[in-house]
């Protein structure tokens, strides 16, 4: 367990609590649900005024007003579809910080979990270009030398507040462990 501290105006509180959960910058589902919605308007003004081509088409089937609505229908159920699977995969992708470990959980049928021990943790570095300096989201980098594996904590909403707690994490954990080498960190920006 950690202890997080809470400002609020003139008062400080503090909590407790095992883990903080982690996911991409909101930023990015609105993207997503904005692009699908402005895709769908595109189909949905062919289907409402059709060109030329599908003009022919309705014209050779009988009653094309009904083949319109369905083909409507089917629009608007596509669209739902795929707004309900941008959420929901980004509900069901985040990042797990404990105090001893980072854990990348994703998958909705599939369930897959990534551990991570912040001992084997040697390099870290936050990038933020300039938009994410401006909408505040950046990726998290982590190195493991023992697997030999990059860590990237991609895209996730104020990037330098989850730097601090993982470098924390890991600081105390090698102030532990006297023998291991001294865990190295750097703030990474792009312009």
Known sequence: MFKLKMTN???EKYFLTTHINV???????VIKLVLIE???AFVFYFIAFPNSFLQSFFAIIPNGFSIRFFLFLLAILAKLFFEF????????EYYEITTTKLIHRKGFIFRKQEVYDFKQVRLAGVKQGLFGRLL???????????ANKNIY???VHNPVKYFDIIKDFVSKITKLDEEREVVSFHKISED
Not at 23 to 29: E, G, H, P, V, Y
Not at 136 to 146: A, Q, S
């Open 9 to 11: 105006n003139d008062s």
């Open 85 to 92: 699977m941008a959420v929901y995969q980004w509900l069901n």
């Open 38 to 40: 402005l895709l769908f």
């Open 136 to 146: 505040n989201y950046g990726t998290i980098h982590l190195y493991d030398p023992y």
């Open 153 to 155: 904590i991609y895209l």
């Open 23 to 29: 996911r991409q910058s909101i930023a990015f589902l």
